[in-house]
């Protein structure tokens, strides 16, 4: 009941920076937390980071910390990461998704996520 439209991917050079965005289809988008997962060739999907209904709360993989932002907008019904200083390591799928209302608090695990996108490219060269 939840429909997922990510965009923004695309082709930069280390250092440079994307911004991803993902559209939610329905009402009550404020009643989920968000969180964003990636998966490069030959891995499994990695959690990248996530936030809570509010957007007070946020949390993110190791490998992105200080880099990566997110945020949503509730009245848009939309979530963005911010990624800064690329590295080659980031070539992945971005996934945006959303976490299952009966979890408490937020969540980094992938099983914990009902809905997905159709997941964007995201391709550092360098």
């Known amino acids: 009941q939840v429909q997922l439209v990510e965009s923004g991917g695309g082709l930069v050079q280390a250092g440079g920076s994307l911004r991803l965005s993902c559209a939610a289809s329905?009402?009550?988008?404020?009643?989920?937390?968000m969180g964003w997962f990636r998966q490069a060739p030959g891995k499994e999907r990695e959690f990248v980071a996530v936030?809570?209904?509010?957007?007070?709360?946020?949390e993110y993989g190791d490998s992105v910390k200080g880099r990566f932002t997110i945020s949503r907008d509730n009245a848009k019904s939309t979530v963005a990461l911010q990624m800064n200083n690329l590295k080659p390591e980031d070539t992945a799928v971005y996934y945006c998704?959303?976490?299952?209302?009966?979890?408490?608090?937020?969540?980094?695990?992938?099983?914990?996520?009902?809905?997905w996108g159709q997941g964007t490219q995201v391709t550092v060269s360098s």
């Open positions: 936030i809570s209904l509010n957007g007070i709360n946020t």
């Open positions: 329905g009402r009550r988008f404020s009643r989920y937390a």
């Open positions: 998704a959303s976490q299952r209302q009966n979890i408490v608090g937020i969540s980094t695990n992938t099983g914990d996520y009902n809905y």
